[in-house]
């Protein structure tokens, strides 16, 4: 297989194998979650669900909500950075293959400047998994797998960025192997939070206490 | 029967527990949602106090986590030494009888301050639910859980001794406000307030002396709102304890059950326990704060902002606050009383607890445990100057009056009616 039809393999056939295979996969989670009960909600509210949906969501974005971000604004930092880090890099994985006419210069340098800023921010995460004694406390396996493999996954997407052929090549390869796990792992996460901060805002929203509302 | 099978009987029950309390949110909160990022750890009073990892948010929710991980989760039950996933086991019910009632309050504020949003409450109170159903929980909580269950079945008992206690403390009233025909009235059909107090005196003669001198069209019933039901997540016993309010607030009619000033109760009843009936109530639930706080603001009380010259401070009991949404009510009122008001810091929805949530306070085995914990509100005390302290739970203001003497705070605790009816009668 040629250098140029293996990197289009790569981005295409086995990015749209292993896509179909994690959406699957994901819409299971979502219907194993929502054929559960809701928790049931009682007593006039106090005020209406939809600010405390719009705020709890909000409060992720923003470091002043939350006394856990406010009072260590370099973590909340480092937790932005890591995520749009993260975002360009799955963004890279789509506009590569589908639409590569976005990717112009000033767009893969902006990813890039991300990407490693966020591989930065990852290598002092996997120091501090490995030696804060409250993180090891509650660590596992598959946190410190997690970690580790998303720097590496986040290393390979810098030369991609310069679109390096060998390096689109193995950080695609690592991209579908990283797909395959993600659902399994706590890297998942982020699809449980969409689900999780709406429940959290249905429930504080109504009872005036996110947003304080209701004059109580 | 052997031991063993009865151990195995109990097991099963506290599985089959866990998983009936598997709700949406409790099933996003013990999956993958949480990434172990340590945001909570400090956010939570234990941590605070000891600064011990293992009794950190994340750390107690994992110890049940790893148990619904072991059932649901699909790495995890090919894998669970890779996530950490185990099997439930004896050895993990007693060990969580410690996680859940004497190392978490279940105040909520690792909640609020996480950013994923997890609830960790809802999982250590699913471990509540699983140790009730294995026969596991401190029993000094089963027997007050039964006790108010027993008042009910047998009131004949209970009725005319509780009536001539209550006619003392109408004399006091009477004499504290000067007003031979100041009433506590009881059972009377069609009054307005169903005034629900606790165990004790200083939950009835505060708010009869406010409901006497605002005129107030209002009764008292047999029964008392604590449900240490709730403490125990048992819901056959809590829905037992909260339907002798409903069935007495709608046989007399009262268009609403004012809570005393108690937190659980009022979380309980006011957002709770509706979930737990079929029909709706005939009849809203307010907290006493909540009525004091309208008398004010319509102008039907007035206040002598000179009563409290001291520093005075309040404290957000979690329920009433971050749980119950009751933070403004207090404050204004207490505004009236006090000339050199001092809030907290933080405050509302970022209080912290004072220690004693959860039930922890009944449990005098861990007292020691309380007090470490609540060295974080003892500290915040302090840093406000305050000498007067205000709380409008009863069990928070046990573990104030306490950590007023294990620290040297040199307080006085109050809790708001109790503030509002002495300025009446000093007037």
């Known amino acids: 297989m ?85 975002g360009s890099a799955i963004a890279a994985t789509f506009l590569f293959p589908f639409a590569p006419s976005w990717m112009v210069p000033w767009v893969r340098y902006t990813f890039l400047v991300f990407i490693a800023l966020a591989s ?18 509650i660590s596992t396996l598959d946190d ?41 792992s706590k890297i998942s996460h982020y699809v449980y939070w969409f689900f999780a901060r709406f429940l959290f805002g249905v429930k504080f929203g109504r009872r005036g206490v996110v947003p304080r509302s209701g004059g109580a | 029967m052997s031991g063993v099978d009865i151990k195995t009987e109990a097991l ?59 059932e649901h989760d699909w790495l995890s039950k090919v894998f669970p030494k890779w996530t950490g996933a185990k099997e439930l086991t004896e050895k993990d019910l007693d060990e969580l009888v410690e996680v859940a009632y004497r190392n978490c309050t279940m105040c909520q504020r690792c909640t609020v301050n996480c950013p994923l949003a997890v609830d960790t409450a809802q999982i250590l109170g699913a471990a509540r639910a699983a140790l009730n159903a294995a026969g596991k929980s401190p029993e000094i909580l089963v027997q007050l859980a039964d006790a108010a269950i027993a008042r009910e079945e047998s009131m ?61 069209s209002w009764t008292m019933s047999m029964f008392d709102a604590a449900n240490y039901g709730v403490y125990l997540n048992d819901r056959e016993r809590s829905k037992k304890i909260a339907d002798r309010i409903v069935k007495e607030a709608t046989r007399l009619g009262v268009q609403e059950v004012i809570v005393a000033e108690c937190g659980h109760a009022y979380v309980t009843l006011r957002w709770e326990a509706p979930t737990w009936f079929d029909k709706p ?19 039907k009380l007035h206040l002598s902002p000179d009563l409290v010259k001291e520093p005075l401070t309040y404290h957000d009991s979690c329920n009433l606050g971050r749980n119950g949404g009751m933070f403004e009510a207090p404050r204004r009122v207490l505004a009236g009383v006090a000339t050199d008001f001092r809030d907290m810091n933080p405050n509302r929805e970022q209080n912290l607890c004072c220690g004693a949530g959860g039930g922890l306070i009944a449990m005098e085995e861990w007292r020691d445990m309380r007090l470490t914990a609540g060295k974080p509100k003892a500290d915040q005390i302090k840093a406000t100057g305050a000498k007067v302290v205000i709380a409008s739970c009863d069990n928070c203001r046990h573990q104030l009056n306490e950590l007023n003497e294990h620290y040297d705070l040199g307080v006085q605790v109050f809790g708001v009616a109790e503030l509002v009816a002495n300025a009446l009668t000093k007037e």
């Open chain 2, 156 to 216: 004949d008992f209970f009725k005319e001794f509780y009536l001539e206690q209550i006619a003392e403390l109408e004399k006091e009233v009477q004499e504290r406000l000067g007003n031979p025909s100041a009433k506590i009235p009881m059972e009377v059909q069609g009054a307005r307030f169903l005034y629900v107090p606790l165990a004790g005196a200083h939950t009835i003669v505060p708010p009869a002396i406010v409901f006497n001198a605002m005129g107030e």
């Open chain 2, 281 to 299: 109530w005939p009849f809203k639930v307010r907290s006493l704060v909540e009525v004091i706080d309208e008398y004010v603001r319509e102008g």
């Open chain 2, 12 to 70: 099963q029950r506290a599985k089959e527990e866990l998983e009936k309390r598997l709700n949406r949110t409790l099933a996003v909160s013990a999956s993958n949602l949480c990434t172990h990022c340590g945001w909570c750890i400090d956010t939570c009073h234990y941590y605070k106090a000891t600064k011990d990892p293992h009794i950190s948010p994340v750390a107690k929710a994992e110890k049940v986590r790893r148990i619904y991980k072991k």
């Open chain 1, 144 to 184: 410190y797998f997690s970690l580790i493999s998303l720097e590496i996954w986040l290393l390979t997407a810098i030369p991609a960025m310069t679109l390096n052929r060998t390096g689109m090549i193995v950080f695609f390869i690592i991209t579908a192997g990283f797909l395959l796990y993600v659902p399994f």
């Open chain 1, 2 to 86: 040629g250098e140029d039809t293996l990197l289009s393999f790569v981005q295409n056939e086995l990015q749209i194998v292993v896509l179909i295979i994690f959406g699957t996969l994901y819409a299971v989670k979502a219907y194993q979650i929502s054929r559960r009960p809701a928790p049931p909600q009682g007593g006039v509210p106090r005020a209406g669900i939809l600010g405390g949906v719009a705020k709890s969501y909000g409060m992720t974005f923003v470091p002043w909500m939350m006394e856990s971000s406010r009072t260590h604004l370099g973590r909340w930092l480092e937790y932005a950075v890591y995520h749009l880090g993260a």
């Open chain 1, 120 to 137: 930065v921010v990852g290598v002092i995460k996997i120091v501090r998994r490995f030696t804060r004694p409250e993180l090891r406390v």
